[in-house]
């Protein structure tokens, strides 16, 4: 079946595409920013117009790699909702990851007759969701809690980088200041990717201190802050 082949392996592309552009990019250096709407809805309506595809064409066997994939795409959509963390209170974001889900779970269902492996994946995605529903409660707990105001920039002699005094307030909790370094024009765009490098943090101080920072650039390579040198 080259055409279910085929299929299956652009949806693969399609749910692997975000985590793995992510922690490719973490792992570089990278953060990365993306239209969360356009994706998720982009994705989803691949999903559903090859679901249909499928179900019209009556195509009922699969080889074992299709079979492999069929049990991975459930898997693979739940773990996109993990991606769409900061994006949770976008109605339509949710609804178009849960309809790749819906089409993955009707493929799984369609392809492997095993009923144990179908409760197997299903377990699998019945876990994953738990935790993400933890992970989301979390980070809706803490999110509102700090508030990061940049309060100063200085460029560097070249304008290549840039030191950026950040304030943090944690309300009843305190605060923090932090120095950071970033580097000027190192945004990259591959659509629908656009990839910025990492700031670099090099000082971390009490919270209200940015008023008495004396910060300056030694050199382009060199930030002196309150008399201490820092190498970026």
């Known amino acids: 079946m080259k055409k279910l082949s085929s299929i299956t392996c652009i949806l693969t592309f399609l749910y692997l595409l975000l985590p793995v552009t992510v922690l490719t990019a973490g792992f570089l250096g990278y953060d ?6 356009f994706l998720s809805l982009f994705t ?23 079979k492999v994939i069929s049990f991975s795409l459930p898997i693979l959509a739940v773990v996109n909702l993990f991606f769409y963390i900061p994006f949770n209170g976008e109605p339509f974001v949710l609804i178009s990851i849960i309809a790749n889900i819906i089409c993955s779970v009707i493929l799984l269902f369609k392809f492997i007759p095993s009923i144990a492996v179908r409760f197997t994946d299903v377990g699998i995605c019945a876990g994953l969701f738990i935790l993400y529903l933890w992970a989301l409660m979390i980070v809706s707990l803490f999110s509102g809690i700090a508030v990061e105001t940049p309060v100063k920039t200085i460029p560097s002699p070249n304008e290549e980088y840039s030191a950026v005094v950040i304030s943090r307030d944690e309300g ?23 990839f910025q490098k990492r700031p670099n943090r090099i000082y971390a101080g009490d919270y209200g201190t940015h008023e ?13 802050i309150s008399g201490k040198e820092y190498k970026i």
């Open 32 to 37: 990365v920013v993306f239209n969360p709407l």
């Open 44 to 66: 989803s309506l691949i999903s559903l117009f090859f679901t249909v595809i499928i179900c019209v064409k009556k195509i009922y066997s699969a080889n074992k790699f299709e």
């Open 172 to 194: 009843a909790l305190g605060g923090s200041t932090y120095v950071e370094i970033s580097q000027n024009n190192s945004e990259i765009r591959i659509f629908p990717f656009k």
């Open 212 to 224: 008495n920072l004396v910060i300056y650039w030694k050199d382009d390579n060199c930030v002196v």
